[in-house]
């Protein structure tokens, strides 16, 4: 029971003191309080003294700081003040316990302050230098590197790249580098780049930026295969490929090279084409490649004969080069070996200087000259006494440290460039391309200023081409000329030849062709086997010895009689016709012609013949007409000057004659026998009758 009322008795007690605490503090609450109901703040780096908040008291209430931590805050009043410069860096809040007293009245008032944060850090790089590796030819976008900075403020960060245009760029609000485009480890091997972090989007203050140094290297990659040295580098697209034009070399026909073999360019040497691996190359023969007359070292590329060689001519070695670590990285090149036959002597220049001018106007592809006063051209050769003249066809030329001049192959030397006046100095290369053996010899070109070259005692450009003028001039006068003179011989001959064949005289007696006429039918048997088959009435010496009788039973007897009396007067009027064109020309021919009428043939040179090949109708009246044959004379050019001065007699007294042809006609005489004729003279109306 008494144990039952105890306990009632202290829970009493504990309800009492509640409620008593409750009392007090509501009266103390009236005491003293913060402003608003939200803590108070300051911003960090604050000046000493600066006021955190102010506490509401009654009045007659004092104030006291019970908790302060860090002695960071004071009491002026019932401010409340910061008697330190706080750093939200290093503590962003603080908590104060106050303790307010009014006589027997008391309160602890709790009071946080908040520190405010400031920009007052700049970003921080953990390093100021990095360095990255990235392999060549890495695909666009790949990530190189994040380099991030930290800024004690917590302030978001901006990022920049500089420079931004070596291949690499900044992934969009990141620090992450990324490959901007493919990398060349022969073009660059590294790049320095800067890093920069801002906690700013712009540089407006207050701002702070940390800046890093990043080395970036490209890695070479095992991606090209060896490369024979020398060679020519060359870009396709991405790759890039050096080209070799191979290696020559010369050795003697049945002769043996003891030692290494001397190429050209250089002995056989490869290296990796990736040149940041630069890995070890070997060298081979591949099969069926002369092995058995060449070695190769396996190591060096040294070639080397194993035998002297039996067959001249080229003979073409492949070798392949290859790296030791990765065989599916080769290449191959070719050396050619020329067997020659063993020269003796190999060529020499005639002089080991020369000497050549040219005037500095003479234009592209003028010859040098061998003297200031002379045009003959300079002319270099190099003799080779290997062969009897000297000449070796073999042997070549070329110039060496010039571009303004060349020399033929027959050793002239031309200007290819227009070149200002003063020396120009270079060596002559003579090469026998049999094998290879050469010789040098220097040439020193003057090159005179314009119009000095060709004077005095010699003949300039301007000469030669008054000269050159000159000679046409009287080429064209004496062709003119010689062509005058041809026309006239011509025009003789044509007028002689008219008067070097006989006329032939027929007249139809009215009969169908292919008759024999009746009457006489007058021939000249005595002609029919000349050798002019082109003559008209010419008979082979059968078909005369079967015509011994013609027309009305007259024979040819009878023929040779009449010609015989009718040549003398026919002949006179011919020679009328024909005495003008005697005298007006001298005869071309080495004979001269004297025309007759005969029944037989001579064989007298300088005679021509007539006859008459038909019967002539006495009754028909039908005039028998001398007309001359358009053919040219045979005279000769010997004749002495008796027979000149006949043919210019007989010239005038045809000149003092009319130009009428005589006629030969038949008279009515004798008719019986048909040997009558009569020869008319138009002019002087005079009749010649002759009774055959």
């Given at each position: 029971m008494e144990k039952k009322y105890l306990h009632f008795t202290l829970r009493t007690l504990l309800s009492f003191l509640l409620v008593f605490?409750?009392?007090?503090?509501?009266?103390?609450?009236?005491?003293?309080?913060?402003?608003?109901?939200?803590?108070?703040?300051?911003?960090?780096?604050?000046?000493?003294?600066?006021?955190?908040?102010?506490?509401?008291?009654?009045?007659?209430?004092?104030?006291?700081?019970?908790?302060?931590?860090?002695?960071?805050?004071?009491?002026?009043?019932?401010d409340l003040t910061a008697v330190k410069v706080l750093d939200y860096e290093t503590k962003t809040s603080f908590t104060i316990?106050?303790?307010?007293?009014?006589?027997?009245?008391?309160?602890?008032?709790?009071?946080?302050?908040?520190?405010?944060?400031?920009?007052?850090?700049?970003?921080?790089?953990?390093?100021?230098?990095?360095?990255?590796?990235?392999?060549?030819?890495?695909?666009?976008?790949?990530?190189?590197?994040?380099?991030?900075?930290?800024?004690?403020?917590?302030?978001?960060?901006?990022?920049?790249?500089?420079?931004?245009?070596?291949?690499?760029?900044?992934?969009?609000?990141?620090?992450?580098?990324?490959?901007?485009?493919?990398?060349?480890?022969?073009?660059?091997?590294?790049?320095?780049?800067?890093?920069?972090?801002?906690?700013?989007?712009?540089?407006?203050?207050?701002?702070?930026?940390?800046?890093?140094?990043?080395?970036?290297?490209?890695?070479?990659?095992?991606?090209?295969?060896?490369?024979?040295?020398p060679c020519t580098e060359i870009i396709l697209d991405m790759s890039k490929i050096c080209l070799s034009s191979g290696y020559t070399g010369t050795v003697n026909l049945t002769?043996?090279?003891?030692?290494?073999?001397?190429?050209?360019?250089?002995?056989?040497?490869?290296?990796?084409?990736?040149?940041?691996?630069?890995?070890?190359?070997?060298?081979?023969?591949?099969?069926?490649?002369?092995?058995?007359?060449?070695?190769?070292?396996?190591?060096?590329?040294?070639?080397?004969?194993?035998?002297?060689?039996?067959?001249?001519?080229?003979?073409?070695?492949?070798?392949?080069?290859?790296?030791?670590?990765?065989?599916?990285?080769?290449?191959?090149?070719?050396?050619?070996?020329?067997?020659?036959?063993?020269?003796?002597?190999?060529?020499?220049?005639?002089?080991?200087?020369?000497?050549?001018?040219?005037?500095?106007?003479?234009g592209v592809d003028s010859m040098v000259l061998e003297s200031k006063a002379s045009n003959r051209p300079l002319k270099v050769q190099a003799k080779d006494t290997d062969y009897a003249d000297g000449i070796n066809p073999d042997v070549r030329y070329e110039v060496q440290g010039s571009t303004e001049f060349s020399i033929t192959p027959q050793g002239f030397i031309l200007m290819t460039k227009n070149v200002m006046p003063g020396t120009v100095s270079m060596n002559l290369h003579a090469i026998d391309s049999s094998n290879a053996e050469s010789t040098t010899a220097a040439l020193k070109v003057e090159v005179m200023p314009e119009g000095v070259l060709g004077a005095p005692g010699g003949y300039g450009p301007g000469d030669m081409a008054a000269l050159g003028a000159s000679l046409a001039v009287l080429l064209v006068i004496s062709m003119v000329v010689i062509g005058l003179l041809v026309f006239r011989i011509q025009k003789g001959k044509t007028d002689w030849r008219k008067l070097s064949e006989a006329n032939i005289f027929r007249s139809s007696l009215g009969k169908g062709p292919g008759e024999?006429?009746?009457?006489?039918?007058?021939?000249?048997?005595?002609?029919?086997?000349?050798?002019?088959?082109?003559?008209?009435?010419?008979?082979?010496?059968?078909?005369?010895?079967?015509?011994?009788?013609?027309?009305?039973?007259?024979?040819?007897?009878?023929?040779?009689?009449?010609?015989?009396?009718?040549?003398?007067?026919?002949?006179?009027?011919?020679?009328?016709?024909?005495?003008?064109?005697?005298?007006?020309?001298?005869?071309?021919?080495?004979?001269?012609?004297?025309?007759?009428?005969?029944?037989?043939?001579?064989?007298?040179?300088?005679?021509?013949?007539v006859w008459f090949k038909e019967d002539i109708d006495p009754n028909a009246k039908e005039e028998v007409v001398i007309i001359p044959d358009n053919g040219e004379r045979e005279g000769d050019d010997d004749d002495d000057d008796e027979e000149e001065e006949g043919f210019r007699e007989e010239e005038e007294e045809y000149d003092n004659s009319s130009l009428q042809t005589p006629k030969v006609l038949f008279s009515d005489a004798d008719m019986d026998d048909g040997r009558g004729v009569r020869f008319e003279d138009s002019e002087k109306e005079k009749i010649q009758t002759s009774d055959l």
């Open positions: 605490l409750l009392h007090r503090s509501t009266e103390a609450q009236q005491i003293c309080s913060m402003p608003g109901t939200t803590p108070p703040t300051i911003r960090e780096n604050n000046a000493v003294g600066a006021v955190v908040t102010t506490i509401t008291t009654e009045e007659g209430v004092t104030l006291t700081i019970a908790s302060n931590p860090a002695d960071s805050f004071g009491l002026n009043g019932n316990d106050l303790f307010c007293k009014k006589g027997d009245q008391f309160l602890t008032l709790i009071v946080v302050v908040l520190i405010e944060n400031e920009n007052d850090n700049p970003p921080v790089f953990a390093e100021s230098q990095y360095t990255l590796n990235v392999d060549e030819l890495s695909p666009v976008g790949k990530s190189v590197g994040a380099i991030v900075a930290t800024d004690a403020d917590k302030d978001r960060l901006y990022y920049s790249l500089v420079p931004d245009t070596e291949g690499f760029r900044l992934q969009e609000n990141s620090p992450n580098i990324l490959v901007q485009h493919v990398l060349d480890y022969d073009a660059v091997t590294s790049v320095t780049l800067i890093l920069s972090a801002q906690d700013t989007p712009t540089s407006t203050p207050p701002s702070f930026t940390a800046t890093a140094t990043i080395h970036v290297n490209i890695m070479d990659i095992d991606n090209r295969p060896p490369w024979f040295q002769e043996q090279v003891v030692g290494a073999l001397p190429l050209l360019p250089g002995p056989v040497h490869a290296i990796d084409g990736d040149k940041g691996l630069n890995v070890p190359i070997m060298y081979r023969f591949p099969t069926g490649s002369e092995s058995d007359i060449f070695q190769i070292n396996q190591n060096t590329g040294d070639i080397t004969m194993s035998k002297a060689a039996d067959i001249a001519g080229p003979l073409t070695l492949t070798v392949l080069a290859l790296q030791t670590s990765n065989g599916d990285q080769f290449a191959t090149t070719t050396v050619t070996i020329v067997v020659v036959k063993k020269s003796v002597n190999p060529p020499q220049f005639e002089k080991m200087e020369y000497e050549g001018f040219i005037s500095a106007d003479a024999l006429k009746d009457g006489v039918q007058y021939t000249n048997e005595g002609f029919q086997n000349d050798g002019d088959t082109s003559s008209v009435g010419s008979k082979g010496q059968e078909e005369m010895d079967g015509k011994r009788s013609i027309g009305n039973g007259v024979t040819s007897r009878a023929v040779e009689e009449t010609l015989m009396k009718v040549s003398a007067p026919l002949y006179s009027n011919l020679l009328l016709d024909t005495s003008s064109l005697a005298g007006s020309d001298k005869a071309d021919s080495e004979k001269e012609v004297k025309p007759i009428l005969t029944k037989e043939r001579r064989v007298e040179e300088g005679y021509k013949s």
